[in-house]
């Protein structure tokens, strides 16, 4: 006769399936770890806990009455939770297809384009297909470039319909090419003023005849002078004063951005109740400020661009990369290991030293302080052992 087996008995692998498990360690080790703890619960309390499957991605819940249980059986079942969830809910294999139409909001010369362009390499670098659309260059290509500051006037009716009908035709692009991007995750950018709230309405009613779109409004807000300033002299390269005298060209920009600030509505809470999703920078990243809006960046698009943001910034500043010099390895043409530098690699390191040590000299104590970073190894510490040694790389200043 064949003995007696317990349920959990029944459903443990084969000696042969072993090895295999334990290659499948990430994945296989944490199932089977979930499933046991749910199946001990179970026995336990006389099948009152459960596990049901939902969906295709396998989300796992357990479920228990919690006048039966007692606190140590509480915690085993949030960890069969995590366990379940954390498998269950990730699928590498599948393809993720989402649209995300991203919304520009501010006045002139808040770093909009910029941070437009900023998303645009970072999501096409993380693999998210992602185009920018600026209805500035839309202007300008259909004749109306170097045009005056009345053109943006708020009471030049005419004026208004002419860029009100470039924005949407510019949204209107931005939309064709996520239809186009097919069955993929995709990302379209308005770079745009988009500084009235009929105007946001506009974008967002026409965002939602599209299936499967999800609007993000990103606005930009400076106060900063010097951050302005800086701008304003970025903005009298463009097409639109090409050729103009600085002076000129400066009081026109400035009399182009009074005129958008007549009109101009920030993003407030007032738009709430069209259930908008939006983020506010403010001053390049010194606040940023986000509603309805999930940012886990393991999860969602918004996440992506919320993580880039916490890196903006526009002041200058160096970056040096440097390799370390000779190590005892390198002598013996051997590749690895955590050897120390031989007396070739320690002047190296010195000669590092004097060129670092002589930019934070130029620097003085207006310049910000350095920071050194290096890796673990016998022959990184020794190099930076040097940096410490320096006269301007003081303890206060400088982190190694």
Same mark, same amino acid.
């Given at each position: 006769?064949?003995?007696?087996?317990?349920?959990?008995?029944?459903?443990?692998?084969?000696?042969?399936?072993?090895?295999?498990? #334990?290659?499948?360690?990430?994945?296989?080790? #944490?199932?089977?770890?979930?499933?046991?703890?749910?199946?001990?619960?179970?026995?336990?309390?006389?099948?009152?806990?459960?596990?049901? +499957?939902?969906?295709?991605?396998? =989300?796992?819940?357990?479920?228990?009455?919690?006048?039966?249980?007692?606190?140590?059986?509480?915690?085993?079942?949030?960890? +069969?939770?995590?366990?379940?969830?954390?498998?269950?809910?990730?699928?590498?294999?599948?393809?993720?297809? $989402?649209?995300?139409?991203?919304?520009?909001?501010?006045?002139?010369?808040?770093? /909009?384009?910029?941070?437009?362009?900023?998303?645009?390499?970072?999501?096409?670098?993380?693999?998210?297909?992602?185009?920018?659309?600026?209805?500035?260059?839309?202007?300008?290509?259909?004749?109306? +470039?170097?045009?005056?500051?009345?053109?943006?006037?708020? @009471?030049?009716?005419?004026?208004?319909?002419?860029?009100?009908? *470039?924005?949407? %035709?510019?949204?209107?692009?931005?939309?064709?090419?996520?239809?186009?991007?097919?069955?993929?995750? +995709?990302?379209?950018?308005? @770079?745009?003023?988009?500084?009235?709230? %009929?105007?946001?309405? /506009?974008?967002?009613?026409?965002?939602?005849?599209?299936?499967?779109?999800?609007?993000?409004?990103?606005?930009?807000?400076?106060?900063?002078?010097?951050?302005?300033?800086?701008?304003?002299?970025?903005?009298?390269?463009?097409?639109?004063?090409?050729?103009?005298?600085?002076?000129?060209?400066?009081?026109?920009?400035?009399?182009?951005?009074?005129?958008?600030?007549?009109?101009?509505?920030?993003?407030? @809470?007032?738009?709430?109740?069209?259930? *908008?999703?939006?983020?506010?920078?403010?001053?390049?990243?010194?606040?940023?400020?986000?509603?309805?809006?999930?940012?886990?960046?393991?999860?969602?698009?918004?996440?992506?661009? =919320?993580?880039?943001?916490?890196?903006?910034?526009?002041?200058?500043?160096?970056? =040096?990369?440097?390799?370390?010099? %000779?190590?005892?390895?390198?002598? $013996?043409?051997?590749?690895?290991? @955590?050897?120390?530098?031989?007396?070739?690699?320690?002047?190296?390191?010195?000669?590092?030293?004097?060129?670092?040590?002589?930019?934070?000299?130029?620097?003085?104590?207006?310049?910000?302080?350095?920071?050194?970073?290096?890796?673990?190894?016998?022959?990184?510490?020794?190099?930076?052992?040097?940096?410490?040694?320096?006269?301007? =790389?003081?303890?206060?200043?400088?982190?190694?």
């Amino acid at each position: 006769a064949r003995p007696p087996t317990s349920h959990a008995a029944r459903r443990a692998p084969p000696a042969a399936m072993l090895p295999l498990c #334990g290659c499948l360690a990430g994945c296989g080790a #944490g199932l089977a770890a979930g499933f046991g703890l749910s199946q001990a619960l179970s026995r336990r309390q006389g099948g009152g806990n459960h596990v049901k +499957a939902h969906g295709q991605n396998g =989300f796992a819940r357990l479920t228990s009455d919690p006048e039966k249980t007692t606190p140590r059986q509480e915690a085993w079942k949030r960890q +069969a939770a995590r366990r379940c969830s954390s498998i269950f809910t990730t699928n590498e294999h599948h393809v993720k297809e $989402e649209k995300l139409v991203i919304v520009m909001v501010g006045l002139p010369a808040r770093g /909009k384009s910029y941070i437009s362009k900023a998303l645009v390499r970072y999501l096409n670098f993380l693999g998210i297909h992602t185009r920018l659309f600026n209805a500035g260059n839309l202007r300008r290509d259909t004749g109306k +470039a170097g045009i005056s500051a009345d053109f943006f006037n708020p @009471d030049n009716r005419e004026a208004k319909q002419q860029r009100e009908a *470039m924005a949407m %035709e510019c949204l209107e692009q931005l939309l064709g090419f996520l239809r186009e991007a097919g069955n993929v995750t +995709a990302v379209g950018i308005l @770079d745009a003023t988009n500084t009235t709230v %009929e105007r946001r309405a /506009k974008v967002l009613d026409r965002c939602s005849q599209e299936r499967g779109v999800t609007v993000l409004f990103l606005e930009s807000l400076c106060t900063d002078e010097s951050v302005l300033e800086a701008n304003y002299k970025l903005k009298l390269i463009n097409d639109d004063y090409k050729g103009m005298d600085a002076g000129e060209a400066t009081k026109d920009f400035l009399e182009r951005v009074a005129k958008y600030e007549e009109a101009y509505q920030p993003l407030d @809470d007032v738009e709430q109740d069209r259930n *908008m999703s939006y983020i506010k920078l403010i001053d390049a990243g010194r606040k940023l400020v986000k509603y309805r809006c999930h940012t886990d960046a393991r999860q969602t698009l918004p996440g992506h661009v =919320f993580h880039l943001l916490h890196s903006i910034h526009l002041g200058p500043r160096s970056i =040096f990369l440097a390799l370390v010099g %000779e190590c005892r390895h390198d002598v $013996e043409q051997r590749l690895g290991g @955590d050897s120390a530098l031989t007396a070739v690699g320690q002047k190296r390191g010195q000669l590092l030293c004097r060129f670092l040590d002589a930019r934070e000299a130029e620097a003085g104590e207006e310049g910000q302080p350095a920071m050194v970073m290096c890796g673990t190894l016998q022959r990184h510490l020794h190099t930076a052992r040097y940096l410490k040694l320096a006269a301007s =790389f003081t303890p206060h200043k400088t982190r190694v």
